[in-house]
């Protein structure tokens, strides 16, 4: 093609419903998503080609578009015939610049799964009803672990099969109504934690894909799994009356093989009972309890071809209400960093504290030597005590305590299996004094999710906060979105959820992850409407609460702005119209009074009460007002008018109930003042002195917050939004208590749950609901991106289709770097503090475009390398606001500075 001008615009990073090469899936219309990188400004597609083919036979297109004059990159929708299962899927896309120069096809794949019921030939088995459920074991394993709630063994299963021609591929799909771990001719498959997830087993069950064909060979071959309890028999919550056994008293299992030959012909293995299952070394291994292992029991080569499994029983095929198999839709469980310890400390000679450094959750691994018999035991914490004990006492019911026998031959490798654990710390015992540690792992434990946020600035107080959020999201962000991973809990609470969202969508891809989440939201949503608590629905079972089952409007509007996520809106537009209907039917005057459920309130607030019928209002105007915005969105005007007009009924009720003329608000709360300017539930007219009455408050307060959970993610932004960055840069700076910095200044690693979880003058907090590990209080990370940094979405253009860059730049910093990887590329600010101006570096990526905001004293003027900003090129428009200097940029590196005129 001699003739075709080729662009040096790259194509990268190709998803399939959010995920790069999926395996498995099952959306029947998957959506396509690229990004565009390359040199220059204002560089853009003009139009796209993709063309999707059966990958066992690129001939076979089934799909193309032809040259589509469109900007779009981002979620573009499978239109080409009906999808088949179990097919690989190969799809190429190329672009055209903005001068209609070409690329060349970048070429990616996803695979279908099982998309209906009729395709699983495979039953659901289990143990027998009467084998024994006692734990403890032989050989004295019952004093090495007791077992006061009788948990139960781990399964292992086996099946042995033939290849009897050249193999072409080969697929296991695979489930659980418990967790499974996969074996093939004796290899672990993948390094993925705690498959299947944990969904509402009632309604739905996440399955999982397997490329099997390189683990197979010619002949014999076995495929093998290992079955714990998880979320579905195992312990879960703390209710005392029903600790475990929420969905049912056995873990089961289900597995189809399926495999292709050379010669095109076909054949399977299905879960049935010609499975064969024994219990093994791992005597137990429950969330909150933690595991026992007893290596003597090991059965070497259980699964490979040729173990004797003549003591092994036949599987049994219980009948079990069939529900509905859904594919994989997140990037799965696994080891994402393993961390070494910092110190050791020596309580006696068979007992010692490994400091790891660093709040985390996950596991140890141990590389040990020692006599046969010997019992090494495992307990975790987060802090230590002033005898430097392991603080124990928010754990409640949880027991989080691992034991390992060791079999005694030579070095041994052990880590468990089907359970995690929140610590910093492990208080390592042996009953042996001849016991080697050859080394002592801390394995960090969460969904892979991409990292897509980066904050630094000149405090290092603020950064340690920063890493503190960082951690606590990713130690939560475990198959759901969880309050705590220690203490008997671990709960989907929504309002943690829905306040820390935005801040989780910039520090990592949570696209997927809130995705699979929304789903267990609404397989929780009750008949009447009634959005959960806690999702999936389990231990607390009862109705949202205002500012909780509000996460069910906030989140999916919120995946709409950051992602563009239409189809997120579509699916879940019903729902959120009976929320909103189960809310008005029962509150005629437009006051949330009614069906209020536990009515937490602002929960952990400190020296404050707000007013709940006042949070509950705000809560359900803000849902309303953004349900009329999704509605105009789907192009449902009567809906979006509708909405409106109750949106502006119930901010009139809000007005007359709680706001004076004064504009002072019911309860005098920073959280009141907060969330009505935020949600802007007042008259113009009185947004002022209601801000100077928050900034009054806080004075009052010494300079402290005293927000709970609901008010504390609106906090700042409110005060921002106010022209108040001054208040606002000194809560994120204070030092003392209660404050973001004052857990930084006594060594925290992760945020805590409480703002006076320990304190230097009580020590630690009375209660047991104390956990150091927590989110919800890291909200504060979204002003950091969105106010510090400057880096948003606009509403009108979600998924930063056009980038509002728009930092409030306060000397309290000297300079201030951040990125976020958008869905549409890397979006990049840093700014400095001099002494003749601000300097200000912008990286707005191809094919989208910017307004950014450089603020300005009247006299100064914007340049860039001595040239006038309205000469530079890049630069499509400039205008002067109050306060700011406004330029309309396209894509590029943008180096901007103030200086006097």
């Not at 499975?275 to 309890?289: A, E, K, N, T, V």
């Not at 068979?350 to 596991?363: E, K, S, V």
């Amino acid at each position: 093609m001699p003739d075709v001008q080729w662009t040096d615009l790259r194509i990268v990073n190709l998803r399939a419903e959010y995920l790069p090469e999926p395996l498995g899936i099952d959306a029947l219309r998957p959506r396509l998503s690229w990004q565009i990188r390359g040199q220059g400004r204002n560089r853009c597609q003009s139009a796209y080609q993709l063309i999707v083919s059966l990958a066992s036979a690129h001939s076979s297109v089934i799909w193309d578009t032809g040259k589509v004059l469109s900007s779009r990159t981002t979620h573009v929708e499978y239109q080409g015939s009906p999808l088949r299962s179990r097919q690989r899927y190969a799809w190429r896309v190329r672009i055209w610049d903005e001068q209609g120069r070409i690329s060349p096809f970048v070429s990616s794949w996803w695979e279908t799964g099982l998309s209906n019921r009729q395709e699983w030939a495979a039953k659901w088995i289990g143990t027998a009803e009467d084998d024994d459920e006692q734990g403890a074991g032989e050989d004295g394993c019952s004093e090495a672990c007791p077992n006061e709630m009788e948990l139960s063994p781990a399964i292992f299963f086996r099946k042995v099969f033939e290849l009897r021609k050249p193999l072409r591929m080969a697929r296991l799909y695979a489930s659980a109504r418990g967790l499974y771990m996969p074996f093939v001719n004796g290899r672990r498959l993948e390094r993925r934690l705690l498959t299947p997830g944990w969904t509402d087993y009632a309604k739905r069950i996440t399955y999982q894909t397997y490329d099997i064909t390189p683990y197979l060979h010619d002949g014999t071959n076995v495929v093998a799994m290992i079955l714990g309890e998880g979320w579905y028999s195992g312990s879960v919550g703390f209710r005392a009356d029903k600790p475990r056994h929420h969905y049912g008293r056995r873990p089961l299992l289900i597995a189809q093989i399926e495999w292709v030959y050379e010669d095109g012909s076909c054949d399977h293995v299905v879960t049935d009972s010609t499975w064969r299952y024994h219990d093994g070394p791992i005597r137990y291994s429950d969330f909150l309890m933690g595991e026992c292992y007893d290596a003597r029991r090991e059965m070497a080569g259980w699964a490979c071809s040729g173990f004797d499994e003549e003591n092994w029983k036949s599987a049994e095929e219980p009948l079990v209400p069939w529900v509905p198999l859904s594919g994989e839709k997140t990037f799965p469980v696994v080891i994402t960093a393993e961390r070494r310890p910092q110190r050791f400390i020596q309580l006696s000679p068979l007992r010692q504290i490994a400091d790891f450094g660093q709040n985390m959750t996950g596991w140890v691994r141990l590389e040990v030597r020692g006599e046969r018999g010997t019992v090494i035991t495992l307990r975790f914490g987060e802090m230590l005590t002033e005898n430097q004990e392991l603080y124990v006492g928010n754990f409640r019911s949880a027991k989080n305590t691992d034991t390992l026998v060791l079999r005694g031959e030579g070095q041994e490798i052990w880590e468990p299996h089907f359970t995690i654990h929140g610590f910093r710390y492990v208080e390592i015992s042996s009953n042996h004094d001849d016991v080697r540690f050859d080394n002592i792992t801390a394995c960090v434990i969460h969904n892979d999710l991409p990292w897509t946020g980066k904050f630094e600035c000149s405090s290092e107080l603020v950064n340690q906060l920063q890493r503190n959020i960082q951690w606590s999201e990713r130690s939560n962000f475990v198959s759901i979105p969880t309050d705590c991973p220690q203490r008997d809990e671990r709960l989907g609470w929504l309002a943690d959820a829905h306040i820390f969202a935005r801040t989780a969508m910039y520090n990592m891809d949570v696209s997927s992850f809130f995705t699979k989440w929304l789903d267990d939201v609404q397989d929780a949503q009750s008949p009447d409407g009634a959005f959960p608590v806690v999702a999936p629905r389990l231990v607390d079972e009862g109705d949202g609460a205002p500012g909780w089952g509000d996460a069910g409007i906030i989140i999916p509007w919120t995946m709409y702005l950051v992602y563009g996520d239409r189809r997120i809106l579509e699916t879940f537009y019903p729902s959120m119209v009976k929320w909103v209907q189960h809310i008005g039917e029962v509150n005629p005057r437009y006051l949330w009074i009614n069906r209020r459920s536990h009515d937490f309130g602002d929960w952990l607030s400190v020296g404050e009460q707000t007013p709940k019928d006042l949070l509950a209002t705000a809560f359900w105007a803000y849902d309303v007002c953004l349900l009329a915005r999704m509605a105009k969105r789907l192009g449902k005007i009567h809906d979006a008018r509708a909405y409106g007009s109750l949106f502006r009924r119930i901010r009139q009720a809000f007005i007359e109930a709680f706001v004076e003329d004064s504009g002072e608000i019911a309860g005098n709360t920073q959280s009141a003042y907060a969330l009505a300017l935020f949600m802007h539930l007042l008259p113009v007219s009185l947004r002022q002195s209601a801000a100077d009455k928050l900034v009054t408050n806080i004075r009052g307060h010494g300079g402290h917050l005293s927000t709970g959970f609901l008010g504390v993610s609106y906090l700042c932004p409110a005060l921002s939004m106010t022209g108040r960055d001054e208040v606002a840069y000194r809560l994120l700076l204070n030092t003392t208590f209660p404050s973001w910095g004052y857990p930084v200044v006594q060594g925290a690693t992760t945020m805590w749950e409480r703002w006076d979880g320990w304190t230097r003058e009580t020590g630690f907090h009375p209660s047991d609901m104390n956990s150091f590990n927590h989110y919800a209080l890291g909200s504060i990370g979204e002003w950091l991106y969105q106010f510090v940094a400057g880096i948003d979405a606009d509403p009108r253009h979600p998924g930063y289709e056009h980038i509002l860059i728009r930092p409030h730049i306060n000397p309290s910093l000297d300079w201030v770097e951040a990125s976020y990887d958008s869905i549409r590329g890397t979006i990049a600010v840093s700014w400095n503090v001099q002494k003749n101006g601000v300097t200000l570096d912008v990286t707005i990526p191809v094919n989208t475009t910017a307004t950014i905001y450089f603020p300005l004293s009247q006299d100064q003027q914007i340049f860039e390398n001595d040239v006038e900003v309205e000469e530079v090129k890049g630069v499509r428009g400039y205008r002067r606001s109050p306060g700011f200097g406004v330029i309309d940029t396209g894509s590029g590196r943008y180096h901007f500075v103030s200086r006097g005129r």
